[in-house]
């Protein structure tokens, strides 16, 4: 009922509404345009693979990785010394099987094609989900393509420049026997940059999502402060998944900024909360 309510709330210009077949043909050419964009970003991805890889993907298995040395310079300046270096690694992958290359590079094409096309993919979606709003709502989530891709990116960001130095790091140096050598796969690294990366840019939606709950009555600020303990453990439970190791330190890595977009998004919702009930006040 709720699916066909939004399909009965959605207009077709001047020429009235639309039947469900004609909002399903709409939807299949938001899809096939989105993706037409990845398999766009794909291809320039796959046409710079040798860059991606080697100047790309490898660079957090660096000691000179952009991110290390700034950790390294400011645990210097604070006064730590070289707490926060990273050591140097010998950081060697190997494929086990004949076409594991192959599929890995197109593994990194498509992710790499979202990514870049992630803007435009969101885009398409906003373009089918705008007409069932009406004009107060469109009021109320202007600049949401602008603020959803933000945080996508900040999450990929975030990854890519401080969760993935310090998991390599840490395993590499990680030393249970000096027997035993450490050499993963390029397809083991490559599935788990993906976790933490592209996984990480979707758990960074959390506080947009809060918000549109918020504006339809789901939750409320006063119900996330109440559940803020259960809160907590559904995040790290979220980061133990998204998290390709369950060590402590990876986990704090990711828990800590989910945890304060968990916070940001009770501040979120009780703006949202008290707009709602001052409007309510007036209308009565």
Not at 130 to 147: D, Q, R
Request: glycine residues 6%; hydrophobic residues 50%.
């Amino acid at each position: 009922m709720a699916l066909l309510d939004f399909f009965n709330k959605r207009k077709k210009g001047e020429q009235g509404e639309m039947s469900f077949i004609d909002h399903l043909e709409e939807l299949r050419w938001h899809v096939i345009r989105a993706v037409i964009a990845v398999l766009v970003g794909a291809i320039v991805v796959f046409i710079f693979s040798d860059f991606v890889v080697q100047d790309i993907l490898f660079a957090p298995t660096r000691s000179d990785f952009i991110s290390s040395r700034w950790l390294c310079s400011l645990g210097r300046n604070i006064g730590i010394g070289e707490t926060l270096c990273f050591k140097q690694v010998n950081a060697k992958f190997l494929e086990t099987t004949m076409t594991g290359q192959f599929v890995a590079s197109f593994t990194l094409a498509f992710i790499g094609g979202f990514i870049v096309a992630f803007p435009y993919v969101f885009w398409e979606f906003w373009r089918f989900v705008k007409p069932a709003l009406s004009p107060n709502e469109l009021k109320k989530t202007g600049g949401v393509i602008f603020w959803v891709s933000l945080l996508f990116f900040a999450g990929v960001a975030f990854g890519y420049f401080i969760l993935t130095p310090f998991m390599v790091n840490f395993y590499f140096n990680y030393k249970l026997s000096p027997q035993i050598e450490i050499m993963p796969t390029f397809s083991d690294y490559l599935e788990n940059l993906i976790y933490t990366t592209v996984g990480i840019g979707v758990l960074f939606q959390m506080p947009l999502l809060v918000a549109v709950l918020a504006r339809i009555g789901i939750v409320t600020g006063r119900f996330l402060r109440k559940y803020r303990r259960h809160a907590f453990v559904i995040i790290l439970i979220a980061a133990a998944i998204i998290t390709p190791s369950t060590d402590p330190f990876s986990l704090t890595i990711v828990t800590i900024p989910l945890y304060l977009l968990f916070e940001a998004s009770i501040i979120i919702a009780t703006r949202i909360n008290k707009r709602q009930d001052k409007q309510n006040a007036e209308w009565s």
